[in-house]
């Protein structure tokens, strides 16, 4: 596809993209994508995908890097498979990860959409190595989905957000929080999905965990256009206040990412770009955001934390809730 020369390219795709994919899987399955992303303590990158089985079904598997590009090794078997008999809203599948390392309790949180069948719910596992793993199980009702924790408590609360689905009034993103991690309240509405024509109408989502910044928390969500030859999912950019998590202090108007490589048109899902992790370099700004492509693999696009910022001064302003 032919792009516009005079729009900015804020995220660079690596040119070896996809850089995971069926073929690259060392047992059956149908597709490996929306998978998490960190960093681990000895500088490796880790992947928990998302990979679908021959039946539909989705479980999660590690692919571990050097150099977070190429040379992955992926887990032999399914890392972290549904176990419906002990979490019944795991019947139908584990999808779309995202992982944050909680430094209070030196673990990985895996925030995942556990798919039931009475439909999907968010559902949380603690993991200090990604081998084992501790179920904290489901935390909302269906549907909910798009959900990530922050990675430290404010105010003593831990804070989850998360994507509840709406009805005619748009689905939207919202925030709650918790003592525990297992009862969650003081829920609070943060962004909406605009409405008829723009990109990110009838329904958003966070798309990779929230990136702390010393300028607040940066969001890049998703938004969904319906069109008549179905949806497309693309990117776009809001900053949140880092004490006030509900406070949004920026968002754009234009979506910066969306699907344009062959790999990104054309899959099980057609038109899909769908991070939902991320890794930063030792400058504390080079952005490596993995992201799943038209449901079918593993994309890596590249950007600047610091040019994000000055895309969101330069083309941001507050959100109005109350639209
Ligand atoms: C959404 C997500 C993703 C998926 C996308 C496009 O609802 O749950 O699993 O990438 O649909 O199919």
Redesign the pocket.
Known sequence: MLNNSHNQVLLKRETNNPILSAADWPYSMNTV??GAATLLQDGTTLLLC?VEDRRGISHLCAARSKNGVDGWTVDPEPTLLPDPDNYPEEQWGM??PRITYLPELEKYAIAY?AYSTAG?VVSLALTPDFHEFERIGAVTTPWD??AALLPRRINGLWVLIHRPMGNELGSHIWISYSQDMVRWGNHKLIMRARKGAWWDANKIGLSPPPIETERGWLYIYHGVRETVSG?I?RLGLALFDLDDPTRCLLRGDEWIFGPEEPFELKGD?DN?V?PCGFTIGPDNDALNLYY?GA?TSMGLARGSIKELLAWLDAKGKPDDLNK
């Open positions: 994508f929306n998302r999808e779309d959409t999907a989905k798009d949806s999912y899902v899909v769908f799943g449901d």
